[in-house]
């Protein structure tokens, strides 16, 4: 068995390949040591804006204090593109490819707001603020519901009795009661595994547990739904034990009688040709229902990094929808198109994080990581692309562009290739959302809530008709935002993961004369 464990942990590697490609792979173990866009800007900038960007005798510091001339992205490319002669700075534009200019330019931005491009926040200091947190529209205190969980959770689920059904990728389902609690873990759901290894904090594993979602009728039927990695142990092995194990998103639905999960029932998978040593960090796993009863479920870039994610053959880079019973409903966009897989919803999908219906209009939203940069929250209609590989607002992590259509030998229009309501560029590792539609904070109904993984903020997004028309900042500091989620209370949810043990918080109102 020590030699078949090997086996998986090089398989493992292999998918990490796979999923970043051999560039990318050596531009993070650069990072660990030194940041190759940092190496970009010493060998180019340092010399007048310093090593640090403190500024020096010839150039302005570039962090500390307002920008003359803006410090968003397309700002910043723009004043290293084009120069300020009068004040002696040069135009790079004709010196320096595009994309590394936008790579400068990101950097700029992610020390900005102190987010170190190796730092992925795992071990920071997680500390509760107890003080009444004051924001534009509400104050509100944060509550520790539960702590000392596992290190990588992935998702809770308030539910009408107090409790919160919590899901760990590599423990399994529980229980956490209304005084913080913890369950058993449930007996007879599928599989988990501890297989993998961790890098720069993270962790690459596959035989995850992933998002867990009660049927919008649990009350009466009592079904959960679990979105996880079908771990195949044996796929075409003839009894080799140094094979190396398979995985590949799958959907099943059960319930939960006395500790056990029973009645499973397979609700979507795929046949084996797609499952993949891909690590499942890769795997997105969001579930999501309509008031319609049908299912939506994300599905990230499980075969690697680029491959099938552009091809409606493949379930790779895509979202889906079902009923809620598996069944592919007649009006799906390609239900009826020869060799495409008929649940597909959306395609051109890198890494996607949420998954939300909106409960007053109906729309269908999602949250994705891009690269270095190019963070996403998108409408997601059906049928249509949204440009990964072929297309980033991002640049790859070694300072490329992003043109994997080269690679695939596909011809584009940019203009087929729907762009995103909020551009989240310099990536804050967006996560989970939540589209508010309690009664405790009736000031935020009906917007977004967005958590954040590397940035460790949580965010307040205005969206109307379609596009973003205020930002807030409504945390700080605070700890890698896995999962938001709106309670039976009106309250709202937080899974906080950290590697010392992850946390559930919720905020609570303060309501003050002025705010009623």
Known sequence: MRFKRVGWIFGIVFGVLAIMGVGTYYAIMLAVDGDPFQDMFVENCAVCHGDTMQGGPQGPALIGVPLKHGESIAELTRSISDGFLNSGMPG????????????????IAERRVDRLFTDFKMASELVVPVEVVQTELVNFRLETVAKGLDPYPFSIAPLPDGRILLSEKTRGLSFVSADGEQSQYIEGTPAVSDLGFKMLGLNYGIGWHLDALPHPNYADNGWIYLHH???????????????????????????????????????????????????DIGAGGRLAFDSNGHLFLSVGIKGGYFEGVQDLRTPFGKIHRVADDGAIPFDNPYAAQPGAFASTWTYGHRSPQGLEVDSATGKVWGSEMGPRGGDEINLLEPGKNYGWPLYSKGVDYDGT????????????????????????????????????????????QGQFIVGSLKATELYRFVIEDNKLVHTEVLIRNLGRIRDVETGPDGLIYLLIEHEAGSQIVRLVPVVNVDQQ
Request: glycine letters at 4%; a negative charge.
């Open 92 to 107: 790079w534009s004709t010196t320096m490819s595009e994309s590394h200019i936008q790579s400068l330019a990101i950097l």
């Open 229 to 279: 990695t079908h771990l195949c142990e044996d796929c075409g092995t003839d009894g080799d034990e140094t094979m190396i194990p398979v995985t590949m998103n799958r959907v099943v639905r059960g319930r939960i009688k006395e500790g056990r999960w029973v009645d499973e029932e397979v609700i979507w998978s795929v046949p084996r040709q797609f499952y993949s040593t891909v690590p």
């Open 401 to 444: 562009p992003v043109e994997y259509w080269k690679d695939l030998n596909i011809e584009f229009d940019i203009n087929d290739i729907e762009q995103p309501v909020v551009d989240l560029t310099p990536s804050p590792a967006v996560s989970s959302f939540n589209i508010y539609d309690g009664v405790a904070f009736p000031r935020w």
